[in-house]
């Protein structure tokens, strides 16, 4: 079965600090993941995207890494912010025929002051 | 303009109230998607329109009905709804139609209350 597992579920940190999150799928074949940051009640916003051949990708303050060979993938957020606080979702497409997006639970990050 | 807009940004309505949900894109984007999201869980997939027409429809209540009147607009019609219906329901929209994986970008939300 095609599954998206994210750790840790939740997770607070001080401003400032680094986090790592991590995903693990079960997805195959493997077209591409996504990170995507949403916060409460609004719809989530795309922090990456990597397909197989890519093993890092960074926007800003977020790095997302991919090993497809293990079927993992991690987001590092350095110098957290406290806009940062928001559930970060790891999302696998099947294939790049597939409409269907596999959603992970999600992470829920709260960075205190 | 970049975005998947959204209207309205909330809406409570009563078990036999008739409403509609509004999604409007301008991004030249072929398909468009409708997600049921509860509290604390995953997006869930409802609707697919590509190039306008219904492609996919997951099982959804009837009580739910889209419409995609031109290719940058997609409504979502509720009538009859039940409590548990209540929901964030997000709009998005790729690039290309379905049938092509492509990155799905989402709207805000609607989130709406069923009395």
């Known amino acids: 079965k095609n599954q998206v597992e994210q750790s840790p579920q939740s997770l607070i940190i001080l401003e400032g600090k680094n986090c790592t999150l991590q995903c693990n799928y079960t997805v195959s074949p493997f077209s591409n993941l996504r990170w995507y940051k949403q916060d409460t009640g609004r719809g989530p916003v795309s922090l990456t995207i990597m397909t197989f051949s890519e093993n890092t990708k960074s926007n800003g303050r977020y790095t997302a890494t991919l090993d497809a060979d293990t079927k993992q993938s991690s987001l590092h957020i350095t110098a957290s912010q406290l806009s940062d606080s928001a559930s970060y979702i790891c999302v696998v497409s099947e294939t790049d025929s597939s409409y269907k997006l596999i959603f992970g639970s999600g992470t829920r990050l709260l960075v205190r002051p | 303009d970049t975005e998947v807009t959204q209207t309205p940004k909330h809406l409570v309505m009563g078990m036999t109230n008739k409403k509609s949900l509004k999604c409007e894109q301008h991004m030249g984007h072929r398909a468009m998607y409708w997600y049921k999201q509860k509290a604390k869980k995953p997006p869930e997939l409802m609707f697919v329109?590509?190039?306008?027409?219904?492609?996919i429809n997951e099982s959804v209540p009837s009580r739910f009905s889209p419409e995609c009147p031109n290719s940058s607009l997609l409504n979502l019609h509720l009538h009859a709804l039940q409590p548990e219906d209540s929901a964030l329901y997000l709009c998005?929209?790729?690039?290309?139609?379905?049938?092509?994986?492509?990155?799905?970008?989402f709207g805000p939300g609607t989130r709406l209350t069923v009395l």
């Open positions: 329109y590509s190039y306008e027409k219904l492609s």
């Open positions: 998005a929209s790729s690039p290309r139609g379905h049938g092509y994986g492509n990155e799905q970008f």
